[in-house]
């Protein structure tokens, strides 16, 4: 891009009959926006398109997500308390039982499932193969 955009200058736009994104001459500016364009490869006139891929995306807001509100994996983790178990995948465990992964740490077990359980780490939700029946 070259940046500043003047009349007689080049602007890239969607041209309606070569139906591409194709080198435009400005014919016309409305408050520094291209309004009509001429295209440099069949010479029609018509109303600047813009260039699809230029188009302005919807800005998404991270810092303002509510997620931060929400208590974090780490901070149920850290607040579950009661008898931690080692665990072992030939025992079964009840929901909010604190187990104590090798690998993982420390862990909150959230739902039981056939053969398996549903547990919070600090840092995401696994599935880890138990007893449960
Ligand atoms: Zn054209």
Do not use: W
């Not at 109303?47 to 929400?70: I, N, T």
Request: glycine share 8%; proline share 7%.
């Amino acid at each position: 891009m070259t940046g500043k955009i003047s009349t007689g200058g080049d602007v890239d736009s969607f041209c309606t009959r070569c139906r591409l994104n194709l080198a435009h001459i400005v014919v016309a500016m409305v408050a520094g926006v291209p309004v009509r364009v001429k295209c440099r490869t069949c010479g029609s006139t018509h109303r600047f398109r813009g260039a699809p891929s230029d188009r302005p995306r919807p800005v998404r807001r991270e810092s303002a997500s509510p997620r931060s509100l929400r208590p974090t994996p780490a901070s149920v983790v850290d607040a579950a308390e009661g008898p931690e178990h080692s665990y072992r995948m030939e025992d079964s465990y009840r929901p909010g039982d604190v187990i104590v992964h090798s690998v993982f740490g420390k862990g909150v077990v959230q739902k039981t499932l056939f053969r398996k359980c549903s547990i919070l780490f600090r840092d995401r939700e696994r599935i880890l193969a138990t007893a449960n029946t």
